[in-house]
């Protein structure tokens, strides 16, 4: 049955579009759920989850905590950098720490790619990739997904264009193989030194011009700037960069009129994306939190929900 | 004691013998290597179908002893020599402390003589402390029976004292062994940086991190006369630049591993810690140069690059996972399914590249049968079917990307000065 089998929620490369489709089915109740008085179901009660950050975050950590809450999961949050790495735990044991309190799902974030498929490897738990390293970001690809089908009624076939540092993001990644799945012409644009020029061979078509890449397109992706990209060298000032690929009003003229600009956050305003745009009628991107939550709450309930043999006792 | 070993096939490229053929060993030493030969005193050995030849030489290994015998030592690692066919390694100073001085060459070659399975000749460091710097006291290293001079797992960074070890080396006619990356390029990477690298989100080395050193050695090579050695080429960079090297007369010279020869950077799915090496596999591009280039004759020799590690340094995150393969007891027996039975190289080209090929770089007196030398002796069954299992290695370090793989032709029987030290696999007392 699709999706409820898999242990684990890894990346987006491994998912089927049949899959993303029932995830993203799935949100669509769980999004009236957050808007109810009541935000409470008691579908995932008795079911525990924990998520392990080892890198800060705000709103994907407590994103996935309510919406565990939500669906009345018991959720506990481990904040890793202040316990067990400076005890000089490895991660496999910390994970079997965990997996032996009993908890049935595991959220993981780590700055290295790969991690999440190494923990995945080593507990009976199942676990859910909430960002490892420049591999992959499911979750946000598919709350971004879920965002542009909402309104755009689909997601087959779009001209989606993803700005910024593509060399290092999960974001861009995990998007490029979610929206390749529904026929998107995905395009790439940035400075060249962020841009690997192999990124084409996943089928997505490369810029260096922010106005060439935005011709006709239904949706921009604006990603995150990271300041230390510019202290290794890879561009030479934040300046330079806004100069070349902060989207503004001027940039929207090359898209389609009724075109969408999504961004993960949190925002360089000014930096990536003008004021002007981040507060436009364009930009989702405070709808895209909410939708994360519903999203999320999807994943949780198919992974964690049970067979209907548990439901009926 | 006496071994006749009787109608085996007789490979030994530097006498150009490949045929049925019968050798016997006395003493230590080979006595005859002719046909129909009998001897009514000697040990007969029965190799009916399987390969006689010159006792392999591996030289690049980590032996880990002194200073990281969780990892190896000198007994584990000789054990896995012999196992897997050879009478001979080179073992690399990078150890703690390193083989930068006489008194732990010697300490290297007297736990090699106490273990007695495999010839152990240490590599001493190009400069103390392998830190590039200063250059280590080679007259006294050679004096304590190195064999070369290398900083293997590190370059040296700066062409001043590169140049300087070319330069002091050749007094001793001593290869210089490089490792060549240019570790500004290389900084932080976990793999080949190209297609794969962006499919695994992972921070890539690029070909040009390894070219731009060799580039620059062959330079230097040129400038000094030296003896330039290239560790471990991965690249069709380097093989390019070796080849152009070559045919200008500058003395250079290196060698592959097998696990470059044959497994490429799409294996790294799904993180698995035991295909991560430095230089990292390549892409199926560079694959090609590497093969094209051992049937070419540009390549001089097969080495392992044997890294055993302990579990812990691979059973975690990917990026913390220690860099190496654990590859002496996989080397001959994945050559021989992957290069040999396709037809890629011959016999007698694998044979030498793990025979005469080492022994010219390293200016020993092994690798041929020729009547009068020492008897180190290789034999294989190339019928021989086996399925690669780690837990069965000698070898402490169980890190292999071959784990599981089903290969056709292994190493027989290893024999050292008339003994035999290993057969079927198994080491003999």
Redesign the interface.
Known sequence: MGFEQNKDLLGL?ELSRKDIELILATAMPMKDIIRRDIKKVPTLRGKAMVTVFYEPSTRTRTSFEIAGKYLSADTVNLAVTTSSVQKGE???DTIKTIEVMGFDLMVIR?A????P??AARNTRMKVINAG?????HPTQALLDMFSIKEKKGTLDNLKVAIVGDILHS?VA?SNIYGLSKFGCEVRVVGPSTLI?P??E??GVKSYYSLDEALKGVDVINVLRIQRERQQVGLFPSLDEYANLYMLTPRHLLQARDDVLVLHPGPMNRGVEISSDIADSNAAVINEQVTNGVAVRMALLFLMMGGSKDEIAD | MRLLIKGGRVIDPANGLNAVMDVLLEEGRITAVEKELADNSAEIINAKNKLVCPGFIDMHVHLREPGQEYKEDITSGSRAAAAGGFTTVCCMPNTEPAIDNAAVASFVRERARKTGLVNVFPIGAITRGREGNELSEMAELVAAGCVAVSDDGRPVMRADVMRNALEYAKMFGLPVLAHSEDLHLSREG?MHE??Y???????GIPAAAEEVMIARDIMLADLTGGNLHVCHISTRGAVELIREAKEKGIRVTCEVTPHHLILSDEVVD??DTDTKVNPPLRSEEHIAALREALQEGVIDCIATDHAPHHR?SK??????AAPGISGLETAVASIMDKLVSPGILNLEQMVRLYTTGPAEILGIDRGTLSPGKVADLTLLDPKLVKTVEPSKFYSKGKNTPFKGMQLKGWPWMTIREGIIVAREGEIIG
Do not use: F, W
């Open positions: 490369r490895s991660l496999r780590h290295m790619s790969g991690t498929h190494y490892d390293g420049a591999n992959e999960r990644r690997p192999e990124i061979k996943l | 976990q190209g297609y690298s962006i499919i695994y989100g992972l921070k799904g993180y812990e059973d975690c995150e990917y990026v913390l």
